[in-house]
């Protein structure tokens, strides 16, 4: 029966956790990965992904103020306050609105804010926001059990960890080859 040791990947972005969340936007944009694990001298100890980094930066000081600068330019140009209407608009709407160009990459939309939020992201770091609670796997974990794993939880990657030293890392992505190439169902070739 396939395992995780046959499909993972060993060659992992990690981050640490007093790494600023800047520098972690860099390296995720750079390797065009959605999330990596935390590691501190060698231990798991979480992870951090793009929705981790997206919910952080909603939830930014930084947006509300931009927010309140809005109100306050409106009012100097004599223009109608926020509605109630403009109130429950959908919030990802904003973020659709906010970034030129909603459908590139995390790392060029965090480029593309204004310098106040990517130096708020500099102040901040990666084990403030990363997820501590962690699923696991060992390389010999079947690639069935892994993809239960992964549906129950509603998650995208599992970490592969032997003797709590991180070895791999399996993602939907590596689940979607091994189902395409047959390696799920043992029959690869």
């Known amino acids: 029966m396939p395992t995780v040791a046959d499909i993972m990947t060993t060659d992992i972005l990690t981050l640490g956790p007093d790494m600023s969340l800047r520098t972690a936007v860099e390296a995720l944009g750079n390797e065009r990965v959605s999330g990596a ?3 501190l001298n060698g231990r798991l100890v979480g992870v951090v992904s793009s929705s981790d980094i997206v919910e952080f930066q909603s939830a930014n000081p930084v947006l509300e ?3 309140t600068e809005e109100d306050n330019l409106r009012e100097d140009l004599g223009g109608p306050p926020r509605s109630d209407e403009d109130e429950q608009e959908n919030p990802s709407s904003f973020f659709v609105d906010y970034w030129d160009d909603s ?15 990517w130096d708020l992201l500099a102040r901040y770091t990666v084990g403030e926001i ?4 962690v699923m696991t796997v060992r390389p010999t ?14 998650i995208h990657r599992l970490l592969v ?4 030293t991180l070895v791999g890392i399996i993602t939907t992505s590596d689940l979607v080859r091994a189902i395409a190439d047959g390696t799920l169902n043992g029959d690869q070739g």
């Open 37 to 39: 694990p935390v590691v």
């Open 65 to 67: 103020r931009r927010e």
């Open 103 to 117: 459908n590139s990459d995390l790392y060029q939309r965090f480029q593309a804010e204004d310098e106040r939020s």
């Open 130 to 133: 990363m997820t501590r609670k």
């Open 141 to 154: 974990t079947s690639l069935q059990e892994a993809a239960n794993i992964l549906s129950e939880h509603g």
């Open 161 to 164: 960890t032997e003797n709590d």
